[in-house]
């Protein structure tokens, strides 16, 4: 898979260099497999299924396509790199699409020209899946995800007899989240826990020899931390999701510019990613669950607004992030978390009821 990918870089690379035009799907679909199986060094290629060799190149045609419309700015978010070669070592990936695997009545795993694998189901799947995708870690273990559509209705919960169930979140540093009432979810302690380990394993690979033996165990030790990480994060944002959505009717989220919010390294990587992981998880099974769900938009001055008053008295710009208390003029007193909160949740209310924008 890797040699298909770098393949096709390297010859979008050349046509780029010697101002040829960009080398299409089809075009190294015909050079890089049907005519490369023929050759003596690519010869290999032939005993592997077709499927993924072409999902790979499909796959690099769409991390150019995303790096061009990042260019021209027609993707919104963060610039996108240009695509680049593949190592070894990394993450290696296969997608196989409807011909290329199938399921086993005994529960095993068929792919094409690799045979039948056993599988350790983490659950089961609710439909039949349109696409796998066999991945193997810089560690060496290898996980099968699925792609399953699923059915809109399945997932929706009885609504909560009490409409009035309905909490907005400000989302924070300090506290992960903050929901009604001042309810608060922590940031979980697992996280200082692993970040200590990581640093410690990192220190540990920094300190050995580039290309020895000890320096491949210690990388491999330094992704598995990370994995580990990866997992944690992951199983604690769908316990968290799952709780706010069996708990509420109408859910209000600001929608935050994640990547501006964290200071500091680790912090800022640990929470970048679990709240932009939080919010679209969220978001996804508040509408399979048949919840409101609304994102207000991040510019709505939640913090500043006295939610008593309805006046711009709270703590604003940089001077005012370390306000945690503060009391308006009209003799209200806030907790800066709560009282965001209950902003949060009005303006989603607003916004609900005003329905979508008229075409
Ligand atoms: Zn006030």
Same mark, same amino acid.
Request: hydrophobic share 40%; glycine share 4%; net charge negative.
């Given at each position: 898979m890797r040699t298909v990918w770098n393949d096709a870089v390297a010859a979008r690379k050349h046509a780029h260099a010697s101002g040829l035009p960009y080398p299409t799907t089809a075009v190294l679909d015909k050079v890089l497999i049907t005519e490369a199986k023929r050759t003596k060094e690519r &010869?290999? @290629?032939?005993?592997?299924?077709t499927v993924p060799l072409q999902q790979v190149l499909r796959d690099c045609h769409m991390a150019y396509q995303n790096f061009f419309d990042s260019l021209s700015g027609k993707r919104r978010g963060p610039r996108i790199g240009l695509p680049g070669f593949k190592r070894r070592t990394g993450t290696q990936a296969a997608r196989f699409t409807r011909r290329g695997f199938a399921l086993r009545p005994n529960g095993r795993l068929y792919v094409a020209k690799v045979g039948e694998l056993k599988v350790a189901w983490s659950r089961k799947l609710p439909a039949d899946p349109s696409s796998v995708t066999v991945i193997r870690t810089p560690t060496g273990k290898y996980y099968a995800s699925f792609v399953v559509t699923v059915d809109?209705?399945?997932e929706v919960l009885e609504?909560? &007899?009490? @409409?009035?169930?309905e909490t907005g979140i400000d989302m924070g540093l300090k506290a992960f989240a903050v929901l009604r009432g001042g309810k608060v979810i922590d940031n979980p302690r697992f996280f200082k826990r692993l970040e200590r380990k990581l640093k410690k394993v990192q220190r540990a690979f920094s300190r050995k020899v580039k290309g020895s033996a000890n320096w491949a165990k210690a990388r491999v030790k330094v992704a598995r931390v990370h994995e580990q990480v990866r997992h944690k994060r992951s199983d604690w944002i769908d316990k968290q999701v799952a709780t706010i959505v069996a708990e509420n009717q109408g859910i209000y989220v600001e929608n935050l510019n994640v990547r501006g919010l964290a200071r500091g390294r680790a912090a800022k990587s640990w929470h970048d990613a679990a709240a932009g992981m939080f919010l679209t998880r969220l978001e996804s099974k508040a509408a399979r669950a048949g919840r409101t769900f609304a994102m207000v938009d991040r510019n709505f001055p939640s913090t500043q607004l006295?939610?008593?008053?309805?006046?711009?008295t709270g703590p604003k710009g940089l001077a005012g992030l370390e306000v945690r208390r503060w009391t308006c003029p009209c003799g209200a007193r806030h907790d800066r978390d709560a009282n965001a909160e209950i902003n949060i949740r009005r303006e989603g209310r607003r916004l609900v009821a005003e329905g979508p924008p008229d075409t």
């Open positions: &010869s290999w @290629l032939a005993e592997v299924s809109d209705d399945a609504p909560l &007899s009490d @409409l009035e169930a006295c939610s008593a008053c309805g006046t711009l």
